[in-house]
């Protein structure tokens, strides 16, 4: 094995042991409970509050942390509009650094893999000249995780340009919903308790996030004898053969 290619296995495996690592961090720190905090602080910085974002947003994807606790926060601290502007400029910065990341560190070793087998190597070229149709049509969908995605992105033959472009206009619709959720959760805390309550939003917004789970969880289990122990364990009442659920945290439902 010549040098050239100890050093492409070499930047290879340390983008692998990068990402690893990353999402250990991600999995087993409070990240979430920073971003919420970050969040509440951004909102009150006013227009520079905005570009703080933007930055912490795409440094974020790029460490591979939970993209959607920023988007609807973003929308809850600055409204849809303001928000959606920053989010998608943050979400494409950041994709575009970690597909930058990927293609200088790894993409050598995988040309080199290319040239040894053919249709490894087809494969690669036929991403090359359709990656953008690609890449759009896959930033549609939710079911593609995002951040270990714009990686992958930067291992393929793809150009980084058309990467950008179509990943901008492929991520704008889950960007909206998203940062759509984030306002009407604001105006919906304004409405409920007074405008007061906005400033302790976040509180409110993780009530229904758990309540929600609750919910989902009650409903969706397969054994109907394990599900009335489940449901009486979580708040949740079975009667008539219907599920009905008792109280406030479990949104009311019948089958």
């Known amino acids: 094995m010549t040098n050239e290619k100890k050093s492409a296995l070499i930047r290879l495996i340390a983008l692998v042991v990068f ?13 979430q409970p920073w971003l919420r905090d970050f969040n509440d602080w951004i909102g009150r910085m006013g227009v520079a ?28 601290a600055f409204g849809l509009w303001k928000a959606f502007l920053a989010v998608s400029a943050g979400a494409t910065l950041g994709a575009a ?17 290319a040239q040894r087998n053919e249709k490894f190597r087809n ?15 896959l930033r549609l969908s939710p079911v593609i995780p995002f951040n270990l995605s714009n990686y992958f992105y930067g291992l393929t033959g793809v150009k ?15 960007t909206f919903l998203y940062v759509y959720i984030g306002t009407a959760g ?50 949740c009442k079975v009667t008539g053969g219907k599920k009905t659920l008792a109280f406030g945290p479990c ?3 019948s089958r």
């Open 97 to 113: 650094l970690a597909f930058l990341v990927a293609r200088f560190i790894a993409r050598d070793k995988v040309e080199a893999i």
């Open 49 to 76: 509050g905005i570009f703080i974002f933007i930055i912490v947003y795409a440094v974020a994807t790029v460490l591979l942390a939970p993209g959607a606790i920023l988007t609807i926060g973003a929308g809850f």
């Open 186 to 235: 604001k105006a919906a805390v304004a409405a409920a308790a007074g405008g007061a309550a906005v400033k302790h939003g976040w509180q409110y917004l993780g009530v229904f996030e758990r309540r929600f789970r609750r919910h989902h969880y009650c409903n969706n289990l397969g054994n109907e004898n394990r599900a009335r122990r489940t449901q009486e364990k979580h708040g």
């Open 19 to 31: 990402i690893i690592a990353l999402f250990l961090a991600m999995r087993f720190l409070p990240v």
């Open 251 to 253: 949104l009311s439902l």
């Open 123 to 137: 494969i690669d070229t036929a991403i090359g000249k359709q990656g953008a149709k690609l890449i759009f049509l």
């Open 160 to 174: 980084f340009w058309p990467y950008v472009l179509a990943s901008w206009l492929g991520m704008m619709p889950g």
